[in-house]
């Protein structure tokens, strides 16, 4: 009989070890998920807050832009965009050592992200450091997968130009509108380097081509006035400058055209 009922105690207990195993494993797994579903629910805070972000920097409106950006990190310091477009921020705002940080920062959570190494590149190039900066935008045109490599060709023969490379430049220009072949920037490029080289008719013709795609910009008109007066087509330089006077007064543009003419 003591044996039964030892039996029966052993049978209790097991079932009581078992149990509490189960539940043991039951919790844990709740607490995984609990921790888990946490975890989703901030990094999409964090989304919610970068994309607010970058609409705001879109918009220029700074302060918030800095405000939701910064939450977005706090909420995800391994968010690649919210640190990318930091960044940005932070080359409007004039803070170029932060900006540095940030984008080195995104860089190394993602290495591989072309965009990004086409915006450091450009702002490198920016800060007079041509070789690093050629060096980003490399990485961005040799990824297959970059859906606008024209940007990052450009970028690099805008930067080689400022060093007077100018055949080098050419090239990359010419890749860019090989990549798309009425990308606007590149045209405006274009049209530039043969006014500085003095080769008024294909300045001309880059500048028509840039015309058809391109926006009204005091850059744009400047050039556009400069160019056709070398050509001495005078009525079209003149209608370039009254534009650029009439559209952006108070450009350096419109300020410089008028000691020009």
């Given at each position: ?6 039996s029966?105690?052993?049978?209790i ?10 539940y ?9 998920l ?18 607010l972000?970058i ?10 832009a ?43 959570l993602?290495p ?21 900066a ?45 990549k ?7 045209l ?11 080769i008024y ?6 500048m ?6 391109g ?44 000691k020009?003419?």
């Amino acid at each position: 009989m003591k044996k039964i009922i030892h039996s029966k105690h052993s049978l209790i207990n097991n079932i009581s070890n078992k149990s509490l195993k189960f539940y043991l494993i039951l919790t844990l797994s709740l607490s995984g998920l609990v921790a888990c579903s946490g975890q989703v629910r901030t990094e999409e805070a964090s989304n919610y807050n970068a994309e607010l972000g970058i609409r705001y920097l879109q918009k220029n409106r700074l302060k918030l832009a800095n405000e939701k950006l910064m939450k977005a990190i706090e909420q995800n310091p391994e968010s690649v965009k919210s640190n990318h477009y930091f960044a940005l921020l932070q080359v409007k705002l004039g803070n170029n050592t932060k900006a540095s940080k940030y984008f080195s920062k995104a860089i190394k959570l993602d290495p591989k992200d072309s965009e990004l190494r086409n915006n450091y590149g450009s702002f490198l190039c920016e800060r007079n450091k041509p070789n690093a900066a050629i060096k980003q935008f490399s990485v961005a045109i040799k990824d297959p997968l970059y859906e606008t490599p024209e940007f990052a060709y450009t970028n690099a023969g805008i930067c080689l130009r400022k060093v007077n490379n100018h055949v080098q430049a050419e090239r990359y220009f010419r890749q860019a509108l090989k990549k798309k072949h009425s990308f606007p920037k590149a045209l405006l490029e274009m049209a530039r380097l043969y006014n500085d080289r003095r080769i008024y008719p294909k300045a001309q013709a880059f500048m028509f081509r840039y015309e058809k795609v391109g926006k009204s910009s005091p850059e744009a008109l400047q050039l556009c006035a400069v160019i056709n007066k070398k050509m001495q087509d005078n009525s079209k330089a003149n209608r370039c400058k009254t534009t650029l006077l009439r559209l952006f007064p108070e450009s350096k543009e419109a300020i410089q055209i008028s000691k020009l003419f």
